[in-house]
């Protein structure tokens, strides 16, 4: 079956411009989190969705947010961006009880800010 | 979240079992401890979760030490495919709602 599809894969944005990037979780799968990776502070939870509604949110300012869609495929926004978030976005996706079988990452979109 | 302790690296040969640790000794009662990995350029992997029990899966297995406090995920035959940096997370479930803390993690080299 599909994995966890993330698009674009690579993006090259001008600091205080905004993106937008697209997550489509497995078939099935209504839970999906979205994690920040960088050398310097590693892997950092952002926030999770499930049936569109948000559960959980990560330490991070208000210019990241997100949203999930009906069909379970969800986006998140950076406003205002900063050379600081230059990073490997990556979302992952679960049944909702994640007990029974962990969550299935997507290889991650390539932000860099210039 | 619980505070997790990982050897910062570790070195196989190829076709020779390896015994990654970790040391969770803060976890609670109803966190299970879950593994995930990460190949170069690609985003985790997951590998094998438990309670309290060991547990075998096609990938490894994952051996939980009585008390709990500490765990080891046992590839019994390393590929140079298993080459990646490798997270123990206890996770909670429940309201932790899809947040797994990832520490720095193990970084495997396999040696042909």
């Known amino acids: 079956k599909a994995g966890v599809t993330q698009t674009p894969r690579y993006l090259i944005k001008t600091r205080g411009q905004q993106v937008t990037l697209s997550c489509s979780p497995i078939?099935?799968?209504?839970?999906v989190s979205w994690y920040q990776q960088t050398p310097g502070q590693g892997l950092q939870f952002l926030f999770e969705?499930?049936?569109?509604?948000?559960?959980n949110k990560g330490n991070f300012p208000g210019r990241f947010s997100g949203r999930q869609f009906s069909n379970s495929r969800s986006e998140m926004n950076v406003s205002t961006l900063e050379l600081g978030d230059s990073a490997l976005y990556l979302c992952?996706?679960?049944?909702?009880?994640?007990?029974?079988?962990?969550?299935?990452f997507g290889s991650g979109t390539r932000l860099t800010v210039v | 979240d619980a505070k997790t302790t990982q050897p910062n690296s570790m070195e196989s040969n190829e076709e020779e079992p390896v015994h990654l640790p970790c040391n969770h000794s803060t976890i609670s009662g109803t966190d299970y401890i879950h593994w995930y990995r990460q190949l170069p350029s690609q985003g985790p992997e997951y590998v094998i979760h438990?309670?309290?029990s060991n547990v075998n899966n096609r990938m490894a297995s994952l051996a939980i030490a009585e008390d709990r406090k500490s765990s080891t995920l046992i590839l019994h035959r390393a590929t140079l495919r298993d080459a990646a940096v490798y997270y123990c997370i206890p996770y909670a479930g429940g309201t932790s709602y899809g947040k797994l803390t990832f520490g720095q993690g193990t970084i495997l080299t396999v040696h042909p």
């Open positions: 992952a996706s679960s049944l909702g009880t994640v007990h029974l079988s962990g969550y299935t």
């Open positions: 438990g309670l309290t």
């Open positions: 078939s099935g799968h209504r839970s």
């Open positions: 969705y499930f049936s569109e509604t948000q559960r």
